[in-house]
């Protein structure tokens, strides 16, 4: 998503629900500590890399995503936030920073205690892109979250899904959530990429009308 008023889009548009119902779930599944190190792949504007830093203030939140322009927009928000903070005297709650990295990248340092990832499968145009990414960064005994979209049956239930939750959404996005769902894969196929990378252990669930999530641990 490099163009820069598709961005402005999507960081207006409000998430703000999903976003927090999946930190939510996170702290459901992994208690209230997440380790010191947090990495939030595709994290685009910063949405949930924030949420977890508000969340998990002892912890040092990494957002990467390969946009340039979502990035912008997160480097903007971070300035915003630590004024803010500066201005009521007041300490900010979570150490959050923010890289650039299209993946595959061999350069990014692994050792992560949690790996998070929102709606970034369905992007790749090779979903072992983002388990072998998983792995590559994923300490021993690492709290692994990933939720994304999840492929309607047919067309009709394409449509029901962007009347239901893209209605009202400017027509780029629309264009976008049309092209994401018809892109996404459903829990089967999502159980099978994950037997080809190893990492069966994890768990593969549908989750409300469209989404699933990939939940557990890195083995220890």
């Known amino acids: 998503m490099e163009g820069a008023e598709q961005a402005l889009a999507y960081a207006e548009a409000d998430f703000s629900a999903t976003d927090q119902a999946m930190v939510e ?6 208690g ?14 910063g ?22 322009a979502m990035l912008a927009i997160a480097f903007a928000r971070l300035d915003q936030l630590r004024l803010r903070h500066f ?20 350069q990014l340092q692994g050792g992560y205690s949690a790996v998070v990832s929102n709606s ?24 692994i979250c990933i939720r994304d979209l999840r492929r309607p049956t047919d067309h009709a ?14 027509p780029v996005l629309q264009h976008d959530y049309r092209q994401s769902l018809r892109a996404a894969f459903t829990v089967e196929e999502v159980e099978a990429q994950l037997a080809e ?4 252990q994890l768990e ?17």
């Open 204 to 220: 593969v669930g549908a989750v409300d009308d469209r989404y699933l999530e990939i939940f557990g641990r890195q083995p220890a």
């Open 197 to 200: 990378a190893g990492l069966s």
């Open 120 to 143: 970034l499968l369905h992007h790749l145009h090779d979903p072992q892109v983002l388990w072998n990414t998983v792995r590559q960064l994923a300490a021993p005994g690492a709290a």
């Open 87 to 106: 201005q009521q005297g007041e300490r900010p709650r979570g150490s959050v920073s923010f890289q650039q990295a299209l993946l595959p990248c061999p």
């Open 157 to 170: 239930a394409l449509e029901r899904l962007v009347a239901t939750h893209a209605a009202g959404a400017p």
């Open 25 to 30: 779930r996170i702290a459901c599944c992994f």
């Open 47 to 68: 949405n949930i890399t924030f949420r977890l830093a508000e969340r998990h203030p002892s912890s040092l939140v990494v957002g990467v995503d390969g946009s340039g």
């Open 32 to 45: 209230a500590q997440l380790g010191e190190r947090i990495i939030d792949l595709g994290c685009g504007p």
